[in-house]
């Protein structure tokens, strides 16, 4: 059985202004429908006044059009997500650990957590893994 694996820039780089986030309208949604695992990364330049990072949210839809109100969360109720550290002055990627991909379809937000600068540059890619 082959594995496949397929990157896509679901966020395109943008700045995110200080205490903002995108919106899911941002976000090209994560066709999961024969996936086996997921991975996202972050991709973002942080002000050389930075004193907080990004934190990345996860957004499932069972069908691609609606989705939650409220983020992805586990069993006991604690959303999904995935915070960045800052760094002041640098450009910074990180990957996620790999995320089970249970909804059929996924979105994320991300948000600047710095309420005084905006975070530059700032992309998301997802890497989908198939078996076929």
């Not at 496949?4 to 976000?27: E, F, M, N, V």
């Not at 949210?57 to 999904?80: H, M, Q, R």
């Not at 990957?95 to 600047?112: A, C, F, G, Q």
Request: proline residues 9%; aromatic residues 6%.
């Amino acid at each position: 059985m082959a594995i496949l694996k397929t990157s896509t820039t679901i966020i395109s780089p943008r700045s995110i202004p200080a205490g903002a986030s995108t919106g899911l309208d941002a976000c090209v949604p994560i066709d999961l429908t024969r996936a086996t695992q997921l991975v996202l990364v972050f991709r973002g330049t942080f002000h050389e006044k930075a004193q907080r990072g990004a934190k990345v949210t996860l957004w499932p839809s069972y069908d691609g059009v609606t989705y939650d109100t409220a983020p992805w969360s586990n069993i006991e109720g604690k959303p999904l997500e995935w915070e960045i550290p800052p760094a002041p002055g640098q450009s910074v990627v990180r990957t996620s650990e790999p995320i089970s991909p249970t909804p059929k379809y996924l979105k994320v937000k991300v948000e600047n957590l710095d309420t005084e600068y905006a975070i530059t540059n700032c992309s998301v890619v997802a890497t989908v893994q198939t078996a076929g």
